[in-house]
């Protein structure tokens, strides 16, 4: 059983930044593709971003892309979202989770990820 803990969230103003943690339990993370996605309130659950297994492959949501940069850190077992000029359309709760596929894989679709955290909100202010 492998757990997902995101930190990092808050509140802050338009044009501000922040950046999101999210730490793996288990003794495999770097074979471990990882995305984050979000869930503003009344709306579903979107992808945000992914990173492959190596940190060598990225892809971005278009509506973050140039903002936002995922990284991973495969010694300390925990993916990173910076998240730079925020707008208050990007306020969300915002989950990591983890894409089990034994190959490098940078998926955008929910159905293929395995393991999800429990979320931390982020707040955006006009």
């Known amino acids: 059983q492998v757990q997902l803990v995101e930190s990092g969230g808050g509140l802050v103003q338009a044009g501000g930044s922040l950046r999101l943690s999210c730490a793996a339990s288990g003794r495999t993370f770097s074979s471990y593709n990882m995305g984050w996605f979000r869930q503003a309130p009344g709306k579903e659950r979107e992808f945000v971003a992914v990173i492959n297994r190596s940190g060598g492959t990225t892809d971005y949501a278009d509506s973050v892309k140039g903002r936002f940069t995922i990284a991973r850190d495969n010694a300390k077992k925990t993916v990173y979202l910076q998240m730079n000029s925020l707008k208050p359309e990007d306020t969300a709760v915002y989950y990591c989770?983890?894409?089990?596929?034994?190959?490098?894989?940078?998926?955008?679709?929910?159905?293929?990820?395995?393991?999800w955290g429990q979320g931390t909100p982020v707040t955006v202010s006009s």
């Open positions: 989770a983890i894409d089990l596929a034994p190959w490098d894989r940078t998926s955008r679709y929910q159905n293929d990820y395995n393991y």
